[in-house]
């Protein structure tokens, strides 16, 4: 019997023998080596954005690029922060290469890696959260640093020290040393870096990777809230609205700078989150209320937005209702850049590239997870889900379609013909993953 590794690289393999078609039609459009510029939101679920239906918060800039672009309604992460960076960066599901909470385990290669060596410049800007546990003193700095995870520039908070990310940040600019920046925004000095990397690098290929610090908590005003002036450390609630549009606002100013820079035709913008919204916040779908569900591997917990868009390259308005997993980014950065993956290495990911481009190659019926983040608040869960779907290894198997929230486990005794054969699938599936 064909085991998973062996079945994963000639899954990859087959999908390498669609590239060449997909390729000529991006070459079509653009450079051979096209700018990637990839932002994660830190905390946002999908219910959050106008374009999936959201009505709790005003999104146009990510709006008209999910309309200028391509909006996948099935998009989904860890449901922690360093699981699902860990897996974005390496195309690896987290059983493979996740060791503690707070570390990228030195010696991974990472997407920031394969695109420098492939002749990009690389950047990264926001939040880091991988070089080691900041209160646990045996897990200090056992992890990576930005500079060994393959990126040339940095602008980050929270590499070895903690500090506020928000007013008056404490963030590390291309140096060893944190620095305070009194009376700044954390966001606005990211912004900051951005600007100036794009303009340092508008004649040579770029990798930008932003995994923003918003909305996460501490849910605080932004300098667009009235109550900034009189205290900018107010904790509230109500302050995440506030946030959610301040992010907004800020990718609008990136897309923009790409288009006073003449970079936006050349440049491929991907937008996501890390995981489900944090759970002391309601937001509605229509009438539909939806509590945030970070933390826990539920829908609400992993269901992420994810849109990607480049002018005249990717087509206009497209709506994917594909399974996406977080392990597929890394395959589609490379499949943009031209970069062949070493065939020795396993990589859990498949390249989007046939979906963005017309192709009409299905990536996936299915998806699975290893959540150990290291946390007791929140335990061990492998699952595998399609979009009907879910398994757990537990045995608890549930319809999230019709049961959102994994309330009422589907009686083996009460299953269906359909349901049965696929718990069967997902059962073979399962035991592959160990």
């Not at 990798?207 to 005003?221: A, E, I, Q, S, W």
């Not at 606002?249 to 996501?272: H, P, Y």
């Not at 970069?339 to 290495?345: K, M, N, R």
């Amino acid at each position: 019997m064909m085991n998973f590794s062996t079945k994963a690289i000639l899954g990859t393999l087959t999908l390498a023998s669609l590239l060449p078609s997909c390729r000529r039609d991006l070459m079509d459009q653009l450079p051979e080596k096209p700018n990637i510029l990839l932002i994660m939101a830190d905390d946002l679920g999908f219910e959050c954005l106008g374009c999936n239906g959201g009505t709790s918060y005003h999104t146009p800039n990510l709006d008209k690029l999910a309309e200028t672009g391509v909006r996948f309604t099935h998009c989904y992460s860890t449901p922690l922060c360093t699981p699902s960076r860990v897996q974005i960066m390496t195309g690896k599901y987290n059983f493979r290469n996740y060791t503690a909470f707070g570390i990228l385990e030195p010696g991974e290669k990472t997407f920031g890696h394969y695109l420098k060596e492939a002749g990009y410049t690389t950047g990264i800007t926001g939040k880091w959260q991988l070089y080691g546990s900041t209160s646990q003193g045996e897990l200090r700095e056992t992890g990576t640093y930005p500079t060994d995870a393959g990126f040339d520039e940095y602008c980050l908070w929270q590499i070895d020290t903690v500090g506020s990310r928000y007013a008056s940040p404490v963030i590390h600019y291309n140096l060893p040393e944190a620095e305070k920046f009194e009376n700044q925004y954390g966001p606005d000095i990211f912004l900051s870096f951005i600007s100036e990397f794009l303009e340092n690098n508008k004649e040579k290929p770029f990798f930008l990777y932003y995994p923003m610090v918003l909305p996460h908590d501490p849910h605080v005003p932004t300098p667009e809230s009235k109550e900034w002036d009189m205290n900018r450390y107010q904790k509230e609630n109500r302050f995440f609205k506030d946030m959610v549009e301040y992010m907004d606002k800020v990718i609008g100013i990136i897309v923009q700078n790409l288009e006073d820079l003449g970079l936006r035709e050349n440049t491929i913008v991907f937008f996501t989150g890390d995981n489900g919204t944090n759970r002391r916040i309601k937001s509605n779908i229509g009438v539909k209320e939806i509590k945030g569900g970070k933390g826990f591997p539920t829908t609400y917990g992993t269901h992420v937005p994810l849109i990607v868009n480049c002018p005249e390259a990717i087509p206009e308005n497209k709506i994917c209702h594909e399974l996406i997993d977080f392990t597929d980014f890394l395959p589609t950065l490379a499949d943009l850049a031209g970069i062949s993956l070493p065939e020795s290495d396993l990589f859990d990911g498949q390249s989007l590239i046939p979906m963005l481009f017309g192709k009409t190659k299905k990536a996936r019926d299915w998806i699975f997870c290893h959540y150990d983040c290291g946390k007791k608040q929140f335990p061990l869960a492998r699952y595998v889900q399609n979009k009907r779907y879910k398994l757990y290894e537990s045995g608890s198997f549930f319809d999230i379609q019709e049961d959102e929230q994994e309330l009422n486990p589907i009686d083996r005794e009460h299953q269906t013909r359909k349901q049965k054969k696929v718990m069967q699938k997902f059962q073979e599936i399962l035991e592959r993953m160990n």
